[in-house]
């Protein structure tokens, strides 16, 4: 069974948000929810400044903290990584949003809101809550693009390689800054690139063990 | 906060404690209270104290937890992954302490002196214990909060929850209950400055748990949280009922107009405690920028 996990390349994502709006498009999401962000921050003083863009996801923890806090079993993690959450067994109660380190997570509070106030739901909200619907009073968040990887799959397609199969911001990126594989194969382009350009992980004393990777040189 | 320093900055977590989460405060508080009453109540062996702290968990701690979730309806799936989830071991000591409570408060009034009522006190009064301290270890299981990430969150919430029990008997005893004001009076004092000593640590040793803890702490003494701490805890909460308790101590006596001044102090800094911590609880950045 395939391990999922992504590498995004630092030295190639110039910031455009392409990953963020791929993925808002694609799961339909609601106004002022996000499943991917671009964190931009600075280091260092004038003249010798860096900024520091960086790209951030649910990271499918193998030691998610959010599968333990759960108090339904909404949040579980599949065999091949992906950290998923069940809306019809979510409470809403928030702990995983509290416990998650990385604030990867958030609550869906109100379905009503539109995009334009007061003009009603476009087509295209409507269509996604038909589409994908969210169920307002649970947390959501980034899912790898489960349902693009289990069709793809049955369709006898390799995730990270044929496009169908690979989760939307990997595929919009326009820096080809991500890169989407299977961990447990050390001959996969994910492995590769964690080995041979020493990719680390976020934060890795929280001790989640994320699945995301980010190289910097 | 603007857009672009989420995480980017120190963060404070706004789910328990902003808009809607104001529900989770008080539903924490009022668990505290409940369970700190009965506790005391049992020890006092005041049957209006327990039965009053057994309503408190019931009504108001879960009212505000259920009024909280996003699905009310579905709340009984809380109790089904205690394995790992202390909100569901959580919600499950509230349960067997509203059950074994009432059978409890049964036994009192109807067979008192009983060995079931015995029996049913030492199971409540196990079950109050547990529903007093789990919220500080489901609050000291978030290790991306340092503030909260300590061992000493769960004491402070079980010491401080029966401090409050002891001003809210009290009040019990005040208005009728038959019950020895003094001895609560005399033990709320020792465990006054014992809190304040707890509070203190607790703080102290915050600040060593990582750059979010002293980030957290900063917030608390003299940043946007300070006057909940300095003037809700540290004044309302131990000062002044510590003036109170030591001027009844030298005077002899207890005056019932001061005893209610000192009830109420210590009703606002429980209110005050748990909505300090609550709201300087905050996340480091997430980036790993060179201040952090």
Same mark, same amino acid.
């Given at each position: ?217 | ?83 790992t989830s202390w909100m569901a071991r959580g919600f499950i000591f509230m349960l067997l302490f509203i059950g074994f409570g009432a059978i409890q408060l049964i036994f009192s009034y109807w067979l008192p002196g009983t060995t079931g /009522?015995?029996?049913?006190? #030492?199971?409540?009064?196990?079950? *109050?214990? +547990?529903? @007093? !301290? &789990? ?49 609560? /009076?005399?033990?709320?004092? #020792?465990?006054?400055?014992?809190? *304040?000593? +707890?509070? @203190? !640590? &607790? ?49 002899? /006596? ?12 210590e009703m606002i800094g429980a209110f005050s405690l748990k909505y300090a911590i609550l709201k300087a609880g905050t996340y480091g950045p997430l980036i790993p920028v060179s201040a952090y």
């Amino acid at each position: 069974m395939a391990r999922w996990g992504m590498v995004i390349d630092l030295k190639r994502c110039i910031g455009c948000y392409g990953c963020m709006l791929a993925c808002k498009q694609e799961h339909f999401l609601p106004p002022g929810i996000f499943w991917g962000r671009l964190v931009i921050g600075e280091t260092g003083k004038y003249p010798a400044v860096t900024k520091q863009m960086y790209p951030v996801l649910c990271n499918h923890c193998e030691e998610a903290a959010c599968v333990k806090v759960c108090p339904t079993g909404a949040t579980t993690r599949r065999e091949d990584g992906i950290v998923i959450i069940d809306y019809d067994k979510c409470v809403g109660c928030r702990y995983c949003v509290i416990a998650c380190p990385y604030q990867q997570r958030t609550f869906y509070a109100d379905g009503s809101k539109e995009y334009f106030p007061g003009q009603g739901f476009t087509e295209l909200e409507t269509i996604g809550r038909e589409l994908y619907p969210l169920q307002p009073g649970t947390v959501v968040k980034c899912n790898f693009c489960a349902e693009r990887i289990d069709e793809g799959l049955k369709e006898g397609l390799e995730p990270g390689i044929d496009r169908e199969a690979t989760p939307a911001c990997v595929n919009a990126c326009p820096a080809k800054a991500r890169t989407f594989g299977d961990l447990d194969d050390p001959n996969s382009e994910v492995s590769k690139l964690i080995r041979d350009r020493k990719g680390y992980q976020l934060h890795p004393e929280f001790g989640t063990e994320p699945s995301v990777y980010y190289i910097i040189r | 906060m603007k857009p672009y320093e989420w995480m980017v900055s120190y963060t404070p977590q706004t789910e328990w404690i902003e808009r809607r989460g104001i529900l989770m405060w008080l539903a924490e508080v009022f668990g505290g209270l409940g369970a700190g009453l009965y506790l005391v109540a049992l020890y006092f062996n005041s049957l209006w104290g327990m039965l009053i702290g057994w309503l408190i968990v019931i009504v108001l701690k879960g009212g505000f937890h259920l009024a909280y979730l996003g699905k009310p309806l579905r709340f009984w799936r809380i109790i089904l992954k205690p394995q790992t989830s202390w909100m569901a071991r959580g919600f499950i000591f509230m349960l067997l302490f509203i059950g074994f409570g009432a059978i409890q408060l049964i036994f009192s009034y109807w067979l008192p002196g009983t060995t079931g /009522e015995v029996v049913f006190m #030492v199971i409540a009064g196990i079950m *109050a214990f +547990l529903v @007093a !301290i &789990y919220t500080g270890f489901v609050m000291n299981y978030v290790n991306g909060i340092q503030l909260w990430n300590s061992a000493l969150l769960p004491l402070l919430f079980i010491l401080t929850g029966v401090l409050d029990g002891l001003a809210l008997v009290m009040a019990v005893g005040m208005l009728g209950g038959n019950f020895d004001i003094v001895a609560a /009076e005399a033990a709320s004092r #020792v465990l006054l400055i014992t809190a *304040a000593a +707890l509070i @203190a !640590i &607790y703080l102290w040793s915050a600040t060593y748990m990582g750059p979010a803890g002293r980030q957290s702490v900063m917030k608390l003494i003299r940043g946007s949280v300070a006057p909940i701490l300095w003037i809700g805890v540290v004044f309302f909460g131990i000062i002044l009922p510590v003036v109170i308790s030591l001027s009844t101590y030298f005077a002899g /006596e207890v005056s019932a107009s001061l005893l209610i001044i000192a009830i109420i102090s210590e009703m606002i800094g429980a209110f005050s405690l748990k909505y300090a911590i609550l709201k300087a609880g905050t996340y480091g950045p997430l980036i790993p920028v060179s201040a952090y």
